[in-house]
């Protein structure tokens, strides 16, 4: 019987350590969630290359255990692997890498065509200002209303690298919510572009983009960098990584870095951006109301920022001659989700003529927005600091 009871004990010792042991209904309501994410980026195709990592990450942080147990393995214990991992994001080194992908990858030669359409894309961060007065109004720190308010860029590396630094707390929250409203860009934007424009204005066409030259392309990134960190030289790390990037694509002796950067390296980074960042939605941090505040003022900056981008659009037609006027359905690129919402744009103007296509014209107010929403991330940080 002693080594029958003995067998007992150390079974139902087991068992407290076990899933089943320590599961609650947030932890269940988070599994769920994971499962959702995961089946809108497969089912749906929603940007599975985020919700994918994010979905399992959602399900792998809230993977119920003893937290007396020493294991060493969620996310917020030292030395577990998870916690490893997670110092990109809480460290904010995961976001300058993700910008080094994305200006190797990225070809800047329509906003140096057309310059002002850089307008564009400074009018869609209107919704982050707007959404930093909302949430200081709900009454968030300063500090934390900023990184609420960069979710209105749709821009998942720059809201992560500015919540780690002004609001590390609600940084999965923010995290989440900024990736999932870039996930549904394609949902949301064609309704408010369909609203703010009419039948004619969605068939303007645009004259085709001046070609430019090797020389401009090797220019812009150099005088890029040195125009906007010398304003805003808080946000060196994003845009330093990003002209760096795009420097390596347009220099043309340095391809074999661009690839790397823009292919292996980027998607490297954010699979474990996407996997840590879910991972941080543990229950008991993330189903709190302070998280349903973030994602309905993310909700607003997001449509604001939209609404701003095609209104200024149509602001701009007021002032330019008959034969150059924008296509309103371009503003919606102002954001920072690039190239998703140039492709949103191109789409929604193939709609009404098939033969327009406005996809390389909408390109350039969407890194406009990529340079643009650094820039707000930077300002925020270097004026709350």
Known sequence: MGFLDFLVSNFQEFLTYTGFANATIPNLIMI??????????????????LLVPIG?????????????????????????????????????WYPPLVFLGIGAMTDFS??????????????????????????????????????????????????????????????????????????????????????????????IRMKPVRHVSQTERIIFPIIGLLMTTFIVPSGLPLLGMLFFGNLLKESGKTTRLAKTAGNALNDIVVMLLGLTVGCSTQASEFLTLNTIFIFVIGACAFVVATVSGVGFVKIMNLFLPKDKKLNPLIGNAGVSAVPMAARISNNVGLEYDRHNFLLMHAMGPNVAGVIGSAVAAGALLGFLS
């Open 32 to 49: 769920a969630v994971g499962a959702f994410f995961i089946w809108l980026a497969i089912k749906k195709d929603f940007e599975p290359l």
């Open 56 to 92: 399992l990450g959602i399900i792998l942080g809230n993977i119920p255990f003893r937290a007396d147990a020493g294991l060493e393995i969620g996310l917020y214990e030292d030395n577990s692997v998870l916690n490893i991992f997670y110092q990109g994001v809480r460290q904010g």
């Open 110 to 203: 329509a906003l140096i065509a057309n310059p002002k359409l850089v307008l564009i894309g400074a009018a869609a961060q209107f919704g982050i200002f707007g959404a930093y007065m909302v949430a200081l109004a709900l009454g968030f720190e300063p500090n934390q209303a900023a990184g609420i308010a960069i979710i209105g860029g749709a821009d998942g590396p720059t809201a992560i690298f500015l919540s780690s630094k002004t609001a590390p707390n609600l940084m999965g929250a923010i995290a989440v919510c900024a990736y999932s409203y870039m996930a549904l860009v394609p949902v949301i934007q064609p309704i408010i572009m369909r609203l703010m424009t009419t039948k004619k204005e969605r068939l």
